[in-house]
Every structure is written in C-alpha cells, then in structure tokens.
C-alpha cells in the first residue's frame, strides 16, 4: 500500500462511520489518502473528522464558494490509483450504472481512468431488489470491482446481506489489488482484437461477427497488472480500456503491419483477433455496379500475424485463439504447434454462452503440458485467468515453447 494513491469516496449511508476507520487504516498502511464526500454523507460523517483522518481538506463541492477555487474532478481521478467509494449507497451505484453526473463523486468516476472499487452498503431488501443487482452487474462488467457486503445485523434492525465489509477487509481488498497490479510492471504485451474489415469497394467489405469484447478483457486485465499494452483494434463499438494504448486498424494487412511493429520490444502478445483469412485479390475504386446474373469476388489469403510472431518471438511469449466448431482440442493443439504459441485458448461454438457479443465464454486452456477447462465465466473473469497464467509464466524462468518455430508453411 505504501505511497498508493486511494481517492476514497463516502456516500449517505449510515455505514460511512466505519470510512472513519477505514481511512485511518489506509493511512497507516503507508497510502496517500483523500476523501471525496457527497452532500449528504455529511450529515453521517463530519468533513471535520474525515480531514483529520486523512490528513487532507475534504471535497464536495464543484468549487470552494468561499475563493471560487475549482474542484477539478479530472484531476483527481488522474492523481489517483484506485477510486474506493466505501461506503456506496443504492443510489450512487445506480447512478454510476447510468451515467448520472450531479455531485463531484459521481463526475470523478466518470472520468475516472484509474481502478474503482465499490463497498456497497444498504438495507437487506436494497440489496437484494433486482434493479441493485443490475446496477452492480453493469459495473462489475465495466471493470468496478466489488467488495460484497456482509450479512449481519443491518441499521433497520433486520438481519441479512448489506451491511458494509468491515474496514479491514477492504483495506486487505485493495492491499490485494496493488498486489495484482505489480505483476507485470515494466513489461510491455500486444494485444490484437476484433474482427479485420476487407474492403471490396468504397461501399462494401467482408468481415466477420466479432466484438472485440474479449481481447479488450485481456487488454485491460493486461493493463490491472501493470502491463504496458498495445491493442491493435479492428473497428468495434467499444471503449479502451483504462491504461491501454490503442492502435485503430481496419484490414488483416493494417493490423499485420501494426502487430509486427508493436511487438518489437514487446515481452509478448496475445492473438484475440479474429482476421479474415481472405481479402478481395483487387479493391474496386469505384462502387461496383450490380447486373442480372451472378457476382465472383477473388479471394486472396491474407498474412498469418500469430504465425509470423511465433516465428520471430525467440524466448518471449505468445497465445492464441482457436474458435471451433468441431474436434476442437485437435484443431487448437495443432494450431498451438503451428503458431509457435505458448498456449492457446479454445472457444468452441458448440458451448452455450461462448457466443460472439456475448459477456459470457467457455474455453480451455491448452499448452504442451495439457489442457485446462474453465467454467462459464463472464469474459472479464476469462480474461483475468489468463492474465494471470500469463504472469506466473513470465515469472517463471523456463518455458516450454522452443526458441525459434520451424517456418510456418500450411497456414497461411
Ligand atoms: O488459424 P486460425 O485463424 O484458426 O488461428 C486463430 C489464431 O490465430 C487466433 O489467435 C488469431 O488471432 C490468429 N490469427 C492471426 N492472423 C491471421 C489468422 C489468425 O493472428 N491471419
């Protein structure tokens, strides 16, 4: 914890005695703390007593009436290391769920590009209602990490879940995530992600249906751990996650030329991509007219990227994707061998809940040593998985894969 940056946010609950405690506990531990209040966890809490604790003028407003002096939100959420809103009321997580902006809390989330961990604390019922666990749902898929509420006796007097964590064991929570973040400090990883686009004319392309919600996952679970990422993106809808480097491309060429360029001084890259294997041989400048009979397109095959990065990655590490729709393990461990990967992951259609747009995946994890199933996981927690195997194998001194592949030849 010693010299992290916590930016600790109370909102109205009667729980936001224990932020007393809970920044005194982070002090302690060696973190810079400053407290942002909402008004109305001033009338739980004295501004007086939070100062105090965290040694720092308290902030609520937009700006000091007194000299008019500007609450930047911007720059707090750039000064800290982690936004815990401890503790988080029903409504200030429905409101970071929508969007909503009305307090300096709520603007410094939104523009927050640092971690952001929420204690909820609530009645039994709040908790519960399923408007609540949308609303947690929606941020735990964003990234909002979420320390669960405790069950025990609730300020209502009813016993049940919603009683805020106790201040240790959020502060143990973020002692863990720092922990997390330092893994892969200094290491530099290409991510590439979503589907190539291949023009055919000014008009018309052939592509495919990914969303690049999974290599974005990887990206920005890369990124949590301290990883230096470089995402080659194909077009998708979707925002770069915290702390990641984003290279747009549109072709399977584009995004060769950008991988093979990012992964020199990279430590290594994980292929999420889906690339088309064909390109239209030529690209009509003008839109191409129809006629009464049929139309042919020559297809031409497009570069390999993981092949070409197995071929020159010497000792640093590569994964792939196998996305299968039939003997899958077969497939993926021929790929594994062929790229030149050390692991691959394999999706297969034939699995509910590992559809393109999803939220959700299946897969397994196969390396030379065997093969790993995961459960259904949201694709955030998949993502998590790897990076993690990705961590404990860069931490390792020996790998499996070979130094140098053979040249890559049925591929391409
Ligand atoms: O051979 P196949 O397309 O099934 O291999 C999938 C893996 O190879 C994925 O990791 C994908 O991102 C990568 N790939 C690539 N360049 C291509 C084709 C696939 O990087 N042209």
Redesign the pocket.
């Given at each position: 914890m010693q010299g992290r940056r916590v930016l600790l946010g109370v909102t109205g609950s009667i729980a936001a005695y224990k932020a007393a405690a809970l920044a005194r506990q982070l002090v302690r531990a060696g973190a810079e703390v400053r407290v942002v209040m909402t008004p109305l966890a001033k009338q739980f809490i004295t501004p007086l007593t939070m100062a105090t604790l965290s040694k720092h003028p308290i902030l609520v407003e937009f700006f000091d009436p007194e000299n008019g002096a500007w609450n930047s939100h911007i720059s707090l959420g750039e000064w800290a290391d982690c936004l815990l809103i401890a503790p988080a009321t029903a409504n200030t997580l429905a409101k970071m769920a929508t969007g909503v902006a009305d307090n300096l809390l709520l603007t410094t989330y939104l523009s927050a590009r640092c971690e952001v961990v929420v204690a909820p604390a609530m009645d039994l019922d709040m908790y519960a209602h399923a408007a609540t666990q949308a609303n947690l749902a929606t941020l735990a898929a964003r990234g909002v990490r979420i320390v669960e509420p405790a069950e025990g006796e609730l300020a209502s007097g009813l016993q049940g879940k919603g009683r805020m964590a106790e201040p240790e064991t959020i502060a143990a929570f973020l002692a863990d995530l720092f922990t997390e973040k330092k893994k892969l400090t200094g290491r530099r990883f290409v991510v590439?992600a979503g589907a190539t686009i291949e023009p055919i004319d000014p008009v018309r392309f052939l592509s495919n249906h990914s969303s690049g919600k999974m290599g974005y996952a990887i990206a920005g679970a890369l990124a949590r751990c301290g990883a230096h990422v470089t995402l080659v993106s194909g077009r998708t809808a979707l925002a770069t996650p915290p702390g990641v480097e984003r290279i747009d491309v549109l072709s399977?060429e584009e995004m060769y030329r950008a991988a093979v360029a990012a992964f020199d001084g990279a430590d290594g890259a994980v292929?999420?991509?889906?690339?088309a294997?064909y390109t239209p041989e030529t690209v009509a400048d003008r839109k191409l007219e129809k006629g009464e009979g049929g139309m042919a397109i020559r297809l031409k095959r497009?570069?390999?990227?993981?092949a070409e990065l197995g071929r020159r990655k010497g000792g640093r590490l590569l994964v792939?994707?196998?996305?299968e729709t039939h003997d899958e393990a077969a497939h993926a461990e021929a790929?594994l061998a062929r790229?030149n990967l050390d692991f691959i992951v394999l999706n297969s259609l034939r699995d509910a809940g590992a559809c393109f747009r999803g939220d959700t995946n299946k897969v397994t994890l196969i390396d030379r040593a065997g093969r790993e199933e995961l459960p259904l996981l949201t694709k955030r927690e998949v993502a998590e998985r790897i990076a993690g195997r990705i961590a404990a194998l860069v931490g390792s001194a020996e790998r499996n894969a070979p130094a140098e592949a053979p040249v890559e030849g049925g591929?391409r």
């Open positions: 590439t399977a292929m999420c991509a889906a690339v294997d497009t570069r390999d990227i993981a792939g994707f196998a996305l790929k790229k591929d």
